[in-house]
């Protein structure tokens, strides 16, 4: 059987100073933190992992905060917007939120059923909250910053801009069971699964796109979901066997990955749904201290040395969010 993504499972994006981006992610955007943990390929830097109250697959965000990084550039080869789901009839809430902070943002509107507030976090990255007449379902993280009956739901959609759309399209359909759910001038847009937000991935054909630069204010890869380990294993060789160039599968503590670019450059991985973010700290306690895959432990003293310090809004625990209405 050909793989058949159920819909987004991450983003991953690169940042700069990480108290920034904690603070733009917790007060800003009313996203939890649910792990602190390291750059498993460069324990110097951290990996901040935002989402709803439990991480839940479709709803996380993750960043790996440099100190100092360059800027990049977002162009083609990228994801170049991330979208994420909002409560509709919130974005003059959010636009009114989000000036108190000093962030600018615009009002767009792509269709009769979906507005955009589009705005840039502290690094620059390209985000879009998108308000749709479909009711998402899904249960937000209610905070003192953002309350319940604004807050994000999950993603909504990953943006694509390629040079030339084909091998992209190619990919998303024949090798990750997305389909094509509507096309306009410059955008298709494709949906995993039952659709709808979480679901979706637009691609914007733009010939005469600079490629994108990696760094600062630009998203790494894209991550789609998959069950379980052994679903996985079937489509890494699924994909081996079609002629992507896929790595192994690597163990991320909070679920298992493999990567590979698809043709347009777009770096995808497939990440499994299990085992979660509560396999190595409590639901309460999620994202309170740094934790360290088993193989990292034994150099937990000279890790801690070398991150910069951060400080987590006592928000970010259901226990110690005080007593609100
Ligand atoms: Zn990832």
């Known amino acids: 059987m050909p793989a058949q993504t159920s819909?987004?499972?991450?983003?991953?994006?690169?940042?700069?100073?990480?108290?920034?981006?904690?603070?733009?992610?917790?007060?800003?955007?009313?996203?939890?933190?649910?792990?602190r943990t390291v750059n498993f390929d460069s324990p110097g830097t951290y990996h901040l992992y935002y989402g709803d109250e439990a991480g839940s697959p479709g709803s996380l965000m993750t960043f790996f905060p440099w100190p100092g990084v360059h800027q990049g550039r977002i162009g083609a080869g990228q994801s170049t917007t991330t979208a994420f789901s909002v409560p509709a009839g919130s974005l003059g809430w959010w636009k009114q939120h989000f000036a108190d902070l000093g962030v600018d943002?615009?009002?767009?509107?792509?269709?009769?059923?979906?507005?955009?507030?589009?705005?840039?976090?502290?690094?620059?990255?390209?985000?879009d909250l998108v308000s749709s007449s479909i009711t998402d379902p899904r249960a937000?993280?209610?905070?003192?910053?953002?309350?319940?009956?604004?807050?994000?739901?999950?993603?909504?959609?990953?943006?694509?801009?390629?040079?030339?759309?084909?091998?992209?399209?190619?990919?998303?359909?024949e090798d990750l069971g997305l389909h094509l759910v509507s096309e306009t001038e410059d955008r298709l847009r494709f949906a995993a699964g039952p659709g709808g937000a979480g679901h979706l991935v637009d691609v914007i054909a733009d010939p005469s796109a600079d490629p994108?630069?990696?760094?600062?204010?630009?998203?790494?890869?894209?991550?789609?979901?998959?069950?379980?380990?052994?679903?996985?294993?079937?489509?890494?060789e699924q994909l081996v066997d079609r002629g992507y160039s896929v790595t192994e599968i690597l163990d991320r503590d909070y679920f298992t990955s493999i990567y590979f670019r698809?043709?347009?450059?777009?770096?995808?991985?497939?990440?499994?749904?299990?085992?979660?973010?509560?396999?190595?700290?409590p639901l309460?306690?999620?994202?309170?201290?740094?934790?360290?895959?088993?193989?990292?432990?034994?150099?937990?003293?000279?890790?801690?040395?070398?991150?910069?310090?951060?400080?987590?809004?006592?928000?970010?625990n259901p226990g110690t969010r005080g007593m609100r209405g």
């Open 284 to 316: 309460l306690e999620l994202g309170r201290s740094l934790q360290l895959p088993p193989w990292l432990q034994p150099n937990r003293e000279q890790i801690e040395a070398s991150l910069v310090p951060i400080e987590l809004p006592s928000e970010n």
């Open 140 to 173: 937000p993280w209610d905070s003192e910053s953002v309350p319940a009956e604004f807050a994000v739901r999950g993603q909504h959609s990953s943006v694509l801009t390629v040079n030339d759309p084909v091998g992209t399209a190619r990919t998303l359909t």
């Open 7 to 35: 819909g987004l499972h991450h983003v991953t994006a690169i940042g700069g100073a990480p108290q920034r981006n904690i603070d733009f992610y917790i007060t800003g955007l009313g996203l939890r933190l649910v792990k």
């Open 105 to 127: 943002s615009a009002t767009t509107s792509l269709s009769s059923d979906e507005e955009r507030l589009s705005l840039r976090d502290p690094d620059g990255l390209q985000l």
């Open 212 to 236: 994108g630069l990696s760094a600062g204010g630009t998203v790494h890869h894209i991550a789609f979901r998959v069950p379980d380990r052994d679903t996985q294993s079937l489509w890494r």
């Open 262 to 281: 698809e043709p347009g450059g777009v770096l995808f991985e497939i990440a499994t749904d299990t085992p979660g973010f509560d396999i190595d700290e």
